[in-house]
């Protein structure tokens, strides 16, 4: 999602693209149910695969995971207040 441009650098979640251009245009539109969808993938992964029992992914994996699911959260706080 980060390389397709529906996730900002500021962690904008955005709707969707233009089927028209084979997807290359982003709709700016956001919805907290994009975002939403991100965090429950997230919360689900902790669920079923806790910090303590992790082997794969990786410690450093699970620490990159954690930062980006903050940073969502940010990201859709900011929207939601401006």
């Not at 233009?18 to 956001?30: K, L, M, R, V």
């Not at 969502?72 to 207040?81: C, D, F, K, Y």
């Amino acid at each position: 999602m980060l390389g397709a441009g529906l996730v900002r650098a500021s962690w904008e979640v955005f709707d969707g693209s233009g089927s028209d251009d084979s997807c290359a245009s982003i709709h700016g539109a956001q919805w907290s149910y994009n975002a939403g969808i991100l965090l429950a993938a997230a919360t689900m992964f902790n669920y079923v695969c806790p910090p303590f029992r992790r082997k794969n992914p990786p410690l450093s994996e699970a620490l990159i995971h954690k930062s980006r699911q903050t940073a969502v959260l940010n990201g859709e706080t900011q929207w939601i207040i401006s």
